[in-house]
C-alpha cells in the first residue's frame, strides 16, 4: 500500500452581502466571504490538500478565478470534480483534518452537518473528516473579524 499525506491552506476576507458557507454548509452571519466562487474557505483548503497528496497543484491552477465558469461556484461541486481526480487514480480517504480559525462566525453547531457533507463527498464514514474551529484570542486580521484561515491535512492511501 502506498499513503500520501497532503496540506492545503486558504484564507478569505467578509463581504458583505454575500451568503457565509463553509463545509458546504451555509452559516446564518451577516456577512460571507470575498471570492471568485462561493468562497468556502474550509473546502479549498481540503481541496488544495487533496490536490497536493496527489502530486498536483493547487485548486486556483485547476479552477482559475479568471475563468467564468468559476465564478460563483458551489465549492462543493468542485471537490467533487477534486475527488474524482483522485479516486481515477485509485486513492482513497483514510483521514482528513480540518481547522477552522475566526472569530466569527461561531460554526460549533455546524460541524457535524459540515463532517457529514463532505464525507459523503469523500466516500467515507463521517468520523474521517474532522472539523475543528479556534479563535485567535482577537489577535491580527482573524481577530478583527475581517476574515477567516482554514487549514486541512488529508491521508489518502491506494
Known amino acids: 500500500m502506498e499513503f500520501r499525506i497532503g496540506q492545503g491552506i486558504d484564507i478569505h476576507p467578509f463581504q458583505e452581502g454575500r451568503p457565509c458557507v463553509l463545509g458546504g454548509v451555509e452559516i446564518p452571519s451577516s456577512k460571507g466571504l470575498q471570492g471568485h466562487s462561493d468562497?468556502?474557505?474550509?473546502?479549498?483548503?481540503?481541496?488544495?490538500?487533496?490536490?497536493?497528496?496527489?502530486?498536483?497543484?493547487?485548486?486556483?491552477?485547476?479552477?482559475?478565478?479568471?475563468?467564468?465558469?468559476?465564478?460563483?461556484?458551489?465549492?462543493?461541486?468542485?471537490?467533487?470534480?477534486?475527488?474524482?481526480?483522485?479516486?481515477?487514480?485509485?486513492?482513497?480517504?483514510?483521514?482528513?483534518d480540518i481547522t477552522l480559525l475566526a472569530e466569527v462566525p461561531r460554526v460549533k453547531p455546524y460541524v457535524t452537518q459540515m463532517q457529514v457533507k463532505l464525507s459523503e463527498i469523500l466516500g467515507g464514514e463521517p468520523s474521517r473528516v474532522t472539523i475543528k474551529a479556534t479563535t485567535t484570542e482577537r489577535l491580527g486580521f482573524i481577530g478583527r473579524e475581517e476574515g477567516v484561515l482554514a487549514s486541512a491535512v488529508v491521508l489518502i492511501t491506494r
Open 39 to 96: 468562497a468556502d474557505a474550509l473546502v479549498h483548503a481540503l481541496m488544495d490538500a487533496i490536490l497536493g497528496a496527489t502530486g498536483r497543484r493547487d485548486i486556483g491552477t485547476l479552477f482559475p478565478d479568471t475563468d467564468q465558469a468559476f465564478k460563483d461556484a458551489d465549492s462543493c461541486e468542485l471537490l467533487r470534480r477534486v475527488w474524482s481526480l483522485a479516486t481515477s487514480e485509485g486513492w482513497s480517504l483514510v483521514n482528513a
